[in-house]
């Protein structure tokens, strides 16, 4: 299981980014994708998840109407539209997947992303 995030940045409080995970080397329908995100100096908290088929999705209340995440099987990848951007979201952000039978886990990388004027 290999997990790529991209799309993460400096940007200004109030705009938007997407970041991407793309997934690899497993079957991308027999995982929940989630986000995590880990502040500076911070634990790694969960950010937003979705399910195997995409129908349910859930988000920490921290984000709940201003972030989406969504899932393209055809393209193996998961995406964490972020819209109204504050400072305290800067962190670094992590994508996830785990098998809805064995349990079976894998991490990305991280990508930065930094909220700031």
């Known amino acids: 299981v290999q997990l790529v995030e991209s799309g993460g940045g400096l940007v200004q409080p109030g705009r938007s980014l997407r970041l991407s995970c793309v997934g690899s080397?497993?079957?991308?329908?027999?995982?929940?994708m989630r986000w995590y995100r880990q502040p500076p100096g911070k634990g790694r908290e969960l950010v937003a998840g979705i399910s195997n088929t995409g129908d349910i999705t859930n988000y920490a209340d921290s984000v709940k109407g201003r972030f989406t995440i969504s899932r393209e099987p055809a393209k193996n990848t998961v995406y964490l539209q972020m819209n109204s951007l504050k400072p305290e979201d800067t962190a670094v952000y992590y994508c996830?997947?785990?098998?809805?039978?064995?349990?079976?886990?894998?991490w990305g990388q991280g990508t930065q992303v930094t909220v700031s004027s």
């Open positions: 996830f997947a785990i098998n809805i039978l064995t349990a079976r886990s894998s």
């Open positions: 080397g497993f079957t991308f329908s027999s995982y929940v």
